[in-house]
């Protein structure tokens, strides 16, 4: 007899998808002309895994006040990767159409999760043709 795997539904499955679906639309827009006035709200975030190595990017909402940028996570527990920030890490940031370095760290709060950073440098001139190129 043959087992069969059945797929069950949960939150972090369809969190994920959907997240993944808004990520493929937002991040060419957000890099495009429009990007400016989008970039207003949603912020570009790319960084290095912690473990891999690997280059990420992903949508999120943020607010920023002065130099600092904070992005609250919501669904926290059904995300990870935030967790790439729970000791300092740096991140680069598109917002407003220009992009931003920084060392981000979560902030926790009772149940809530935020990402936090001071801003360093704008790449005006950064793409998302260009590679990322962020040092530990």
Same mark, same amino acid.
């Given at each position: 007899?043959?087992? /069969?795997?059945?797929?069950?539904?949960?939150?972090?499955? #369809?969190?994920?998808?959907?997240?993944?679906? #808004?990520? *493929?639309?937002? &991040? !060419?827009?957000? %890099?495009?002309?429009?990007?400016?006035? +989008?970039?207003? @709200?949603? #912020?570009?975030?790319?960084?290095?895994? @912690?473990?891999?190595?690997?280059?990420?990017?992903?949508? =999120?909402?943020?607010?920023?006040?002065?130099?600092?940028?904070?992005?609250?996570?919501?669904? =926290?527990?059904?995300?990870?990767?935030?967790?790439?920030?729970?000791?300092?890490? !740096? &991140? *680069?940031?598109? +917002?407003?159409?220009?992009? %931003?370095?920084?060392? =981000? %760290?979560? /902030?926790?709060?009772?149940?809530? /999760? @935020?990402?936090?950073?001071? +801003?360093?440098?704008?790449?005006?001139?950064?793409?998302? @043709?260009? !590679?990322? *190129?962020? *040092? !530990?």
């Amino acid at each position: 007899m043959t087992s /069969v795997r059945v797929r069950t539904f949960s939150v972090a499955n #369809a969190v994920a998808v959907m997240n993944g679906v #808004a990520n *493929r639309f937002l &991040i !060419p827009l957000l %890099h495009s002309s429009a990007g400016e006035r +989008l970039g207003r @709200r949603f #912020a570009v975030v790319e960084y290095l895994g @912690r473990r891999t190595g690997q280059p990420h990017q992903l949508v =999120a909402l943020y607010v920023a006040e002065g130099r600092t940028v904070r992005i609250e996570v919501g669904m =926290a527990e059904s995300k990870t990767w935030w967790r790439n920030f729970e000791e300092p890490h !740096p &991140i *680069r940031l598109r +917002l407003e159409g220009a992009d %931003h370095d920084g060392v =981000a %760290h979560v /902030v926790h709060d009772g149940d809530r /999760v @935020r990402v936090m950073t001071e +801003l360093d440098r704008v790449h005006e001139t950064h793409t998302s @043709r260009h !590679p990322l *190129r962020l *040092r !530990p």
